[in-house]
């Protein structure tokens, strides 16, 4: 698509990565499966092998991979995309491909529970060193910024708290010290949050949720603004044999078709359900930006232009057992981890378990909601009767 920069974001959406001129006028990009390519020349071949671009080893990527990489990148509005075969792939390789022993790490304490294992596991027996921090510190994690600090992690809004953070504040901080800053811009994608407008390095998507959007396939991204950073990352994790499907690139190209329309249906349901639980007697706090009552609003309201369907709430304490007769009995609320697909999800969550630079003590259980494409008012009833069950149990 001609002139990529001048498409509001809506265009790209629907244009981003479809080449009908490169494939007999099929609208979208076929799935091109493979493992071997052959070469007519040995010319051709050694030449493929030292420029390592385009389509040279099926390990490397189809043009499959490509569209997806390339329309990633356009929604970002700029830098270059690497798909990956998960979020937590991403993540992994990110880390892997820049960190090397000695350095250090400043990863936020909010962060998705399975890249903390990854910290804490992998990356300590390397011998980096991690300190988590405060996803509130803003300006603050200057202080924290050591000589060898090569890294500086966001995810904002934080997993299952959803705090939010000061990007530009920390990004600044970062910078001026020698550090790159990394973003899982999850929650927000692309269209919520233009994260290298706002300074960030290196971005982060699990696209196993948004992107894809239909609970169907896992697949990563991560957009580099720098372009000999990105080919770092990219030759680092290349080594390291990461490969995404190209079904999966091919999901993840076809459910971005839709991604703006489902993403301002999930903002709205999840707003509503989010103003619907605060008038709860149940319920001692919602944790959502876009309430005004959030500590995080007005932050949420200066960088992002919306909000997607991920929220908690805080129970006021009761049994373990009412919170379960609540949540097994839902009838459209499913209870799973994995996020960003069409149907709505309600699951109990324990921050308090994993969070070490801050305690979480919110007072009572909480509950992660992923809003989905129903119908606000069955939502609501669903998860009326679910208190009905919490107060009887
Ligand atoms: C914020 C965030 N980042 C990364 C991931 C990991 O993504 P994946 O499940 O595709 O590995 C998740 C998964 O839930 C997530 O919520």
């Keep these: 698509m001609p002139d990529k920069k001048n498409y509001a974001i809506d265009t790209l959406l629907t244009h981003a990565g479809n ?46 991979t ?19 075969p998960s979020g937590l792939a991403a993540i992994g390789a990110t880390l892997l491909s820049l960190l090397k022993a000695g350095d250090h790490l400043l990863m936020v304490d909010s962060v998705y529970g399975p890249a903390r294992t990854l910290c804490d596991k992998t990356l300590a027996r390397f011998g980096v060193d991690v300190t988590y921090y405060d996803p509130l510190i803003g300006a603050g994690i200057a202080d924290l910024i050591r000589p060898n600090t090569r890294l500086v992690y966001l995810e904002s809004p934080g997993s299952l708290t959803f705090e939010v953070q000061d990007i530009p504040a920390i990004v600044a901080a970062a910078h001026a010290k020698g550090a790159l800053a990394i973003l899982d811009n999850t929650w927000a994608t692309p269209l919520l949050l233009r994260a290298l407008g706002h300074g960030v390095d290196i971005v982060i998507y699990a696209a196993t949720k948004y992107f894809v959007g239909h609970s169907d396939a896992m697949l990563g991204a991560i957009v580099v603004r720098d372009p000999d950073l990105y080919r770092a990352i990219k030759l680092a ?43 709860r007697p149940e319920v001692a706090r919602v944790l959502h930006p876009g309430l005004p009552e959030d500590p995080g609003h007005a932050l949420w ?9 991920l929220f908690s709430f805080v129970l006021k304490p ?23 697909g069409y149907e709505s999800l309600l699951m109990p969550v324990k921050p308090e378990a994993i969070r070490t630079a801050t305690a979480w003590a919110p007072g009572g259980p909480t509950l992660r909601v992923h809003a989905g494409l129903e119908a606000i008012e069955d939502l609501i009833a669903d998860l009326d009767d679910g208190f009905r069950r919490l107060a009887g149990a």
């Design 19 to 64: 080449h009908p001129e490169l494939n007999y006028g099929i609208v979208n990009p076929p799935v091109y499966h493979a493992s071997t390519i052959l070469y007519s020349t040995v010319e051709q071949m050694e030449r493929a092998q030292k420029e390592r671009t385009g389509v040279f080893y099926g390990r490397y990527g189809t043009p499959t």
């Design 66 to 84: 490509f569209a997806f990489e390339e329309a990633v990148a356009a929604l970002e509005g700029g830098g270059q995309a690497l798909a990956l």
């Design 237 to 279: 994790t290349h080594g390291m044999g990461y490969c995404a499907a190209p079904d999966d690139c091919y999901l993840g190209l076809r459910g971005m078709r839709t991604l703006g329309v489902r993403l301002r249906q999930h903002g709205e349901n999840g707003l509503a359900l989010a103003r619907w639980l605060q008038g």
């Design 301 to 309: 309201r200066r960088d992002f232009t919306g909000a997607s369907g």
């Design 318 to 340: 009761c049994a373990p057992a009412a919170v379960a007769a609540m949540v097994e009995g839902m009838r459209l609320f499913g209870m799973g981890g994995s996020w960003g």
